[in-house]
C-alpha cells in the first residue's frame, strides 16, 4: 500500500478542534465535515488539497476530544495519510477505525517541509521526501491493520470477513 501527494505541515498539539470546529459537528456527512477541514488553523486548506495530499505534522496529533469526525474530514477532504512525530492514542485508533492511513515518524515530521512532494510505502515503513530525495524508517502498518485500511475502515473490514 503507498500514497504520494504534496505536503500540509503542521506544529506540535493540533486538536480535533481546528481539525473540525464544534461549530461543525452538527452533520455527520463526510463531504460536509471535509469542507470545513483545517478552516481555523489554515483557512486556505480546503482550497489548496488534492486527492493524495498528505498531512505531516509534529507531537501530538488529534489530541482533544475523541470524535471521530476529525479523521473522516481529514480523509474525505482527500489526505492520502498523516505522519506526525507523535499522535493522540484515541485519534490513532479512530483514523485506523475509518481507513485513514497515518504513521509516526519524528525524523520525518521534522524535516519533511511543506509543499514538499513525498512518498509513503505503508508495508516497508518508508518515507521519501521525494523533494530532497531523504528518506525515513517509520513504523510499518502490521497486516491486520493495512487490511482495515484497504477496507476503508473497520466496519468494512468486519463485514467483508
Known amino acids: 500500500m503507498k500514497a504520494q501527494g504534496k505536503v500540509f505541515k503542521y506544529a ?7 481539525i473540525i470546529p ?6 455527520s456527512d463526510p463531504r460536509e465535515l471535509a469542507a470545513h477541514c483545517m478552516e481555523d488553523i489554515d483557512k486556505d ?4 488539497v488534492n486527492k493524495g495530499d ?6 501530538n496529533f488529534g489530541c482533544g476530544s475523541s470524535r471521530e469526525h476529525a479523521p473522516i474530514a481529514i480523509k474525505e477532504s482527500g489526505i492520502s495519510c ?3 512525530e507523535t499522535f493522540a492514542r ?6 485506523i477505525n475509518i ?10 515530521s521534522k524535516a519533511i ?15 521519501t521526501d521525494i523533494t530532497t530525495g531523504q528518506t525515513f524508517k517509520g513504523q510499518a502498518f502490521p497486516e491486520f491493520m493495512q487490511k482495515i485500511v484497504k477496507a476503508e475502515g473497520l466496519v468494512n473490514y468486519i463485514k467483508n470477513r
Open 54 to 59: 498528505i498531512i505531516v505534522a509534529r507531537k
Open 99 to 108: 481507513g485513514l492511513p497515518i504513521m509516526e515518524c519524528a525524523e520525518a
Open 45 to 48: 486548506f480546503v482550497n489548496k
Open 22 to 27: 464544534a461549530r461543525y459537528l452538527n452533520s
Open 12 to 18: 506540535d498539539n493540533v486538536d480535533t478542534d481546528v
Open 113 to 127: 517541509n511543506a509543499g514538499d512532494e513525498v512518498s509513503v510505502d505503508f508495508d516497508e515503513g518508508i518515507i
Open 90 to 95: 484515541i485519534f490513532y485508533r479512530n483514523a
Open 82 to 84: 498523516v505522519i506526525a
